[in-house]
């Protein structure tokens, strides 16, 4: 079996910083993009950003120049570091994995989801 689990939401005030953090476990063959989504209130999920398997990245223009995602391949693990964080970016910050599991297709994993509320 394949879990994608995060980590590291929380409540923080307007201007300041948080880390998600995303581990991949389990019966893994490969990893392609891995990114991060989220739901604010009454709204759709979103995509914020993305790396794929060799580091290319792509970002929401809402949150250029304020998150830089990154991964460590190695520990099947991608990141979210979030800066400058306006109470507009709170939401539910979800995982996504693009993984080739030992048995079985490429799909999309899903995490349980991480709150982050910023508060004004």
């Known amino acids: 079996q394949v879990q994608v689990v995060e980590s590291g939401g929380g409540l923080v005030q307007a201007g300041g910083s948080l880390r998600l953090s995303c581990v991949a476990s389990?019966?893994?063959?490969?990893?392609?993009?891995m990114g991060w989504y989220r739901q604010g209130p009454g709204k759709q999920r979103e995509l914020v950003a993305e790396v794929t398997s060799g580091g290319s990245t792509n970002a929401a223009d809402s949150v250029k120049g304020r998150f830089t995602i990154s991964r460590d391949n190695a520990k099947n693990t991608v990141y979210l570091q979030m800066n400058s964080l306006k109470p507009e970016d709170t939401a539910v910050y979800y995982c996504?994995?693009?993984?080739?599991?030992?048995?079985?297709?490429?799909?999309?994993?899903w995490g349980q989801g991480t709150q982050v509320t910023v508060s004004s």
């Open positions: 389990g019966s893994i063959f490969s990893i392609n993009t």
């Open positions: 996504n994995a693009a993984i080739l599991p030992i048995r079985g297709p490429l799909s999309h994993y």
